[in-house]
């Protein structure tokens, strides 16, 4: 069965830290590769990390490079996403996806991953 589930979502200040969690399925972890997501209001859908299950090499979009950091749990079938420095531009509601296709476990080809959880809402105020 496929099925995403996102907790951790919150509110904290500039500078504070949260960690985001996605459990899955066995079915969905064991696809290719799977990444965070998020969209802030007014803007472009923006994959953050990235990680490939099996293999554990990981990706980072330049934005939020050094600050956070996905890992993997296989026991748990789950996904963390670890959130240091937050600034207000990380405000977002952040999605967890899974993708089955080799060639679109890039950052850039979020369009076309194949499963979405529901989201959990970040806010980071100054």
């Known amino acids: 069965q496929v099925q995403l589930l996102e907790s951790g979502g919150g509110s904290v200040q500039t500078g504070g830290s949260l960690k985001l969690s996605c459990a899955t399925s066995?079915?969905?972890?064991?696809?290719?590769?799977m990444a965070w997501v998020r969209q802030a209001p007014g803007k472009e859908r923006q994959a953050v990390a990235l990680?490939?299950?099996?293999?554990?090499?990981?990706d980072y979009d330049d934005s939020v490079k050094g600050r956070f950091t996905i890992s993997q749990d296989d026991a748990k079938n789950t996904v963390y996403l670890q959130m240091n420095s937050l600034k207000p531009e990380d405000t977002a509601i952040y999605y967890c996806?899974?993708?089955?296709?080799?060639?679109?476990?890039?950052?850039?080809?979020?369009?076309?991953?194949?499963?979405w959880g529901q989201g959990t809402q970040v806010t980071v105020s100054s």
């Open positions: 990680i490939y299950i099996g293999g554990g090499q990981t």
């Open positions: 996806a899974a993708v089955r296709t080799g060639p679109y476990c890039v950052l850039s080809q979020a369009a076309h991953y194949d499963y």
């Open positions: 066995q079915y969905t972890y064991t696809r290719n590769c």
